[in-house]
């Protein structure tokens, strides 16, 4: 099982760095989709190319962040069902959801998708958009993406078995964390509180 744990930290790692990076195609992405939507309103023209690079960024960015949006339980889950039921209920869910569902789901891409890519690769397959790019860069996503995706599948199946087991924590235990919507709601109220400061300053002057 500390085998099967190490691979588990091994594969975290390797997620939460490629969440990481595609923040920055994200970024990439909003910043091309602003710069064609300016040029097309100023110079009245535009650049399927650029299209293109915009799509490619959002569909590797989409792809290879999945692996990282399980790592940190963002998936859509059935909370109404799922919340009543014991924690060790809830584990044994999600043990039967990596086993019966994700790996499976993932394996069947994973074979059809490949080869598509690689026919892709071998024949210069082109976009039918006049100025489009090659098309096998966004089709090499599709097999990256998945194997991150089983990937961090196992690594929470692992998790998951050890804390059953009673040889690890409880994998879904975000006490410690805050939520994406906690985290917005303070950096509001902080923002709110600032600016009645800056006020009351102004005020007394």
């Given at each position: 099982m500390?085998?099967?744990?190490?691979?588990?930290?091994?594969?975290?790692?390797?997620?939460?760095?490629?969440?990481?990076?595609?923040?920055?195609?994200?970024?990439?992405s909003t910043l091309i989709s602003a710069g064609n939507a300016i040029v097309r309103k100023?110079?009245?023209?535009?650049?399927?190319?650029?299209?293109e690079v915009q799509w490619f960024l959002f569909?590797?960015?989409?792809?290879?962040?999945?692996?990282?949006?399980l790592l940190n339980q963002e998936h859509v889950k059935i909370d109404?069902?799922?919340?009543?039921?014991?924690?060790r209920t809830r584990?044994?869910?999600?043990?039967?959801g990596f086993v019966c569902f994700l790996t499976p789901v993932c394996i069947a891409v994973l074979y059809f998708?490949?080869?598509?890519?690689?026919?892709?690769?071998?024949?210069?397959?082109m976009s039918s958009n006049a100025g489009g790019l090659i098309r096998w860069p966004a089709w090499l996503a599709l097999p990256i993406g998945f194997v991150l995706l089983l990937l961090q599948g196992w690594s929470e199946l692992i998790k998951r078995v050890a804390f059953l087991r009673g040889?690890?924590?409880?994998?879904?235990?975000?006490?410690?964390?805050?939520?994406?919507?906690?985290?917005?709601?303070e950096d509001l109220r902080m923002k709110t509180e600032a600016e009645e400061a800056a006020a009351a300053a102004a005020a007394q002057r």
């Open positions: 500390q085998a099967l744990l190490a691979f588990s930290r091994a594969v975290d790692a390797l997620n939460r760095n490629v969440g990481k990076l595609m923040i920055w195609l994200i970024l990439a100023v110079f009245d023209t535009s650049s399927n190319a650029w299209l569909a590797w960015a989409f792809l290879l962040a999945a692996g990282y949006t109404v069902i799922y919340g009543r039921w014991s924690k584990i044994w869910i999600d043990v039967f998708g490949i080869p598509q890519f690689w026919a892709k690769f071998q024949s210069g397959e040889q690890g924590p409880d994998p879904t235990d975000k006490s410690g964390e805050k939520s994406a919507e906690e985290m917005l709601a």
